[in-house]
């Protein structure tokens, strides 16, 4: 490694570079400015000097990029990653490690997923392809740093060839105006000589056609416009265009990044030719761009991929479905997201390791205190007052008690923010705050004296949520309930009540230091709009489509200091579809990395990539492309692992089509004997009539939806052979308590052990039924049982060939947990009967095609569309529409 002198001339040589174009030349340059200094100082340092060009001489050198996260269309590799004399990343990722002093290991990661986008967009100096339209989609994680990356493949771009950046940013004058901040201070700032803006850093002023009537095209400076997605800006938008010299428009190479590419791009009109105005100023402004790539940012991409691909007739404008890649963004290592939060997969769901539960961060609202803060209908907005409750309380202790331990920290001069989230109504976020800061105003005297009841009940929380968590969650220290009580007057004289919804005029505002606020807010909050040092969430309102659900998500990104602080209130059915939720999010990266496997590209999935199950829940009239939604379950596993345990003729219904279905096939004959030697129940060659009886018997929970007979009966139905005959297997640990009654000819069989999550209500989630062995029940070569799924599916097919596996799993009723752990995330299941579980493993492969079964999309409900119409349309009057 260099020493520090060395370190210093390697730094003087990369700044120079911009300036002089060369290597040689910026070395010149340094040493003449040592003479100037000190004559013969360059003499001196002559060995050092050397070094130093050395060592920037191999950053010159061509690096391969490999697709590791994309599904690409294929072309030629033209981006081999940034040059010391590159002007625009090079200053960015210094002003990030010296003056934001971000994490290195940080820096690096946004510099190779920007290096593998950057590869992905279309070459702007191919002199072979003046001419260029490309499309793609970046798929990152909600509040993960998109932004930063953005930021870094502008800079790039710009440095290999692009000139013109324009940023489609947010709905709303407040989005806009964050992101305009954002690439001023991380980007224009750094060269503020080399840039033309064409939008000010003024949350009232959007884009506006140039005085001189178009684009301009600059040798040395790059243009930049960060738009709001109305209708009006992006008519400003196309008229400049329209009004730029022919000569210049061919010149420009314009990379246009669609920010949360889902909202309002994406065209949700009813029919393919009657497109939404803001998807349609979109489509115009591309079409007349000669040179142009349009790249979409999302967390929640279930509706872009659901855009038709291909031209309807009549139509003479392309769409938005990203045809040339997409990319999902690598899991950053300091991210709090949905996988840290609900935990993975275990890999034995019987005894399941600390690492693979996630944390115990969540905490219930009971419904009838959800009667309190929200009005059940429209109609009862306008009467409807909000009252004080238990969970609600507790909420604001706690962040309260977390603003001190902050000050504790020393992280007393950063944001802390509370997010309050109980309707959509804006009548209603205003009487809710008006409670919290009413009931924070009466119970200052309380707060401020140790002794009484309110301020003991603070103690006792803080110390109860310390032990809640791992101790190494955190470096931070910690802090005791002394030292809570010695900042807390701080806490409350700082502490302020904004309203963040369309039509609010006191809002949130982090351009002041050191703002501590509980905020209560609607749907603005729910998209783009980043909350500061956000430690609790207190969240009611619920939403029918997943991707407004996961954006909803404020609380996921980064938490430095303060990892153990953050907690989140809401309903248990709220959390079981998050937790839902963070299964579907795994399940789209999971298959963008099999199509990149397979060699595919978006053209060729562009069928499949709609059919994940599940991914295609997002708003009715986003699915055009969908309206009847595709589902294959080629290659994949499905399992039950919720289950109403409390319901007693459910559970036994359940066990009673277990057992017919066993005695119907020990009827037929079909017992393996060599499983029998082994000790394993397993049944061969069993018809799909028997298979499809006893499915459309079994009751399996509604949120299982890809379990769901009308969707998993005709898939049976689909005429595959492969799908004619079954093994079907009862899956029993060598230890285990019999079942309480027969499961058929079976007789009792040995249960296995499932604790449930420590929820509330009536249903019980125990996160996983399946171990990964359990793969290759109908096995018997005993070679290498380790792996991946996806590994011991394909040693199986290699096995066994082309045959569907049903597994059945008698589970104890009392089921408690196995491992002891002071975060007791689990509790026994205590279920009214023993319950029956079961898991399929299909053959073939994810990325086959088949026979798809077409099902009609749940729209979105009149119920939810009222809920949310006034909101909207003030947000639209606040946005100037």
């Not at 001489?57 to 690409?72: D, G, K, M, N």
């Not at 689909?718 to 230890?735: A, K, Q, S, T, Y």
């Not at 019980?764 to 793969?775: G, V």
């Amino acid at each position: 490694m260099p020493g520090p002198q060395v370190d210093s001339l390697i730094e003087r040589i990369r700044q120079a570079l911009p300036r002089h174009g060369n290597l040689d030349a910026a070395v010149r340059a340094v040493r003449d400015e040592f003479e100037t200094l000190d004559p013969g100082l360059a003499q001196k340092l002559s060995g050092e000097i050397d070094e130093a060009r050395s060592f920037v001489a191999r950053e010159f050198e061509q690096i391969e990029i490999l697709h590791t996260h994309s599904v690409i269309q294929k072309r030629p590799q033209w981006y081999f990653g940034p040059k010391p004399s590159d002007l625009h990343w090079p200053a960015v990722k210094a002003y990030l490690l010296n003056q934001k002093n971000w994490p290195e290991d940080d820096v690096r990661g946004i510099d190779d997923a920007s290096n593998e986008v950057v590869s992905l967009l279309e070459n702007p100096r191919n002199p072979e392809k003046p001419q260029f339209s490309a499309r793609g989609l970046v798929v990152g994680h909600v509040q993960s740093g998109k932004t930063a990356n953005m930021t870094a493949v502008i800079g790039k771009a710009l440095d290999s060839g692009y000139d013109t950046i324009i940023v489609l940013a947010g709905l709303t004058n407040k989005l806009r105006y964050q992101t305009q901040l954002r690439l001023h201070t991380d980007l224009v700032q750094r060269n503020p000589l080399n840039w033309h803006v064409l939008t000010r850093n003024d949350i009232n002023r959007d884009f506006r056609a140039p005085a001189q009537g178009g684009f301009l095209s600059h040798s040395d400076k790059a243009q930049l416009a960060v738009i709001k997605k109305n209708v009006s800006p992006l008519g400003e938008l196309k008229d400049a265009i329209q009004e730029t010299y022919p000569a210049v428009l061919k010149q420009l190479r314009v990379l246009v990044i669609d920010d949360e590419c889902d909202q309002a791009s994406v065209n949700s009109a009813r029919g393919e030719l009657d497109m939404t105005a803001i998807n349609r100023r979109i489509r115009e402004i591309l079409s007349l761009l000669p040179a142009v790539t349009y790249v979409g940012y999302t967390a929640t991409p279930f509706a872009n991929v659901l855009i038709n691909p291909y031209r309807t007739d009549g139509q003479e404008i392309d769409d938005l479905y990203p045809r040339d890649f997409i990319t999902a963004l690598p899991h950053p290592e300091r991210y709090f997201g949905t996988e840290r939060l609900f935990g993975k997969t275990p890999e034995d769901p019987a005894n399941p390791l600390p690492e693979e539960e996630g944390l115990d961060m969540i905490r219930e609202v009971l419904p009838e205190e959800e009667a309190l803060l929200q009005p059940r209908s429209r109609k009862e907005r306008d009467s409807f007052h909000p009252e004080m409750t238990p969970s609600l309380e507790d909420a604001i202790l706690y962040f309260l008690a977390c603003c001190a331990a902050r000050h504790a920290r020393g992280d007393g001069e950063k944001h802390m923010t509370m997010l309050v989230h109980t309707s959509a109504y804006v009548t209603a976020h205003e009487r809710v705050a008006s409670l919290i800061q009413g009931w924070i105003d009466v119970s200052r005297s309380d707060l401020a004296d140790r002794h009484s009841d309110l301020a003991k009940k603070l103690a006792r929380l803080w110390n109860d949520e310390a032990e809640s968590l791992p101790r190494d969650i955190t470096d931070a220290p910690r802090v005791s309930a002394n030292q809570i009580f010695e900042h807390l007057p701080k806490v409350l004289g700082r502490l302020e009540f904004p309203v963040e919804n369309g039509a609010s005029d006191d809002r949130i505002d982090y351009s002041a230091p050191s703002r501590t606020y509980i905020v209560v807010g609607g749907s603005i909050l729910a998209r783009g709009l980043t909350l500061e040092g956000l430690m609790v969430s207190y969240f009611l309102r619920s939403a029918n489509q997943y991707d407004t659900l996961l954006q909803m998500g404020r609380w996921f990104g980064y938490r430095p200091g303060y990892e153990d602080l953050p907690r989140i209130y809401m309903p248990n059915e709220l959390k079981m579809r998050f937790r839902a939720l963070a299964a579907v999010e795994q399940e789209i990266r999971d298959d963008i990395e099999q199509y990149r496997l397979q060699d595919l590209t978006p053209m060729d999935i562009a069928v499949r990539v709609r059919a994940i199950p599940g991914m295609a829940i997002t708003a009715a009239n986003k699915m055009r492309a969908a309206r009847r939604c595709a589902v294959s379950y080629w290659g994949t596993h499905r399992q039950t692992f919720r289950f109403s345990h409390l319901d007693q003729e459910k559970q036994m219904r359940n066990w009673n089509a277990g057992a017919e279905l066993i005695s119907r096939i020990e009827a037929l004959g079909l017992r393996d004997k060599r499983a029998d030697a082994t000790g394993r129940k397993l049944w061969c060659k069993v018809p799909k009539s028997s298979v499809r009886r006893f499915l459309e018997s079994f009751t399996v929970e509604s949120s299982h939806a890809d379990l769901l007979p009308d969707l998993l009966i005709p898939f049976l139905e689909g005429g595959d052979p492969r799908l004619d005959h079954w093994n079907v297997g009862i899956v029993e640990p060598g230890r285990g308590t019999p079942s309480e009654f027969d499961l058929g000819s079976a007789g009792k069989v040995r249960t296995v052990r499932r604790a449930k999550l420590k929820d509330l209500g009536q249903i019980a989630d125990i996160k996983a039924l399946m171990s990964k062995r359990d793969l290759l029940f109908d096995c018997y070569n005993d070679g290498e049982k380790s792996g991946t799924w996806d590994d011991l599916k394909e040693a199986r097919l290699q096995e066994v060939g082309q045959v569907p596996l049903l597994l059945l799993y008698a589970i104890d009723r009392h089921s408690a947990p196995e491992r002891e752990s002071k975060l007791k995330l689990r509790e026994p299941l205590d279920a009214v009967h023993d319950v029956l579980g079961l898991g399929v493993v299909f053959p073939g492969s994810i990325t086959e095609g088949g026979n798809f079964v077409s099902v009609e999309l749940k729209p979105v409900s009149a119920e939810e569309l009222e809920e949310i119409e006034q909101e909207e349309a003030a947000q639209a009057e606040a946005a100037g529409v």
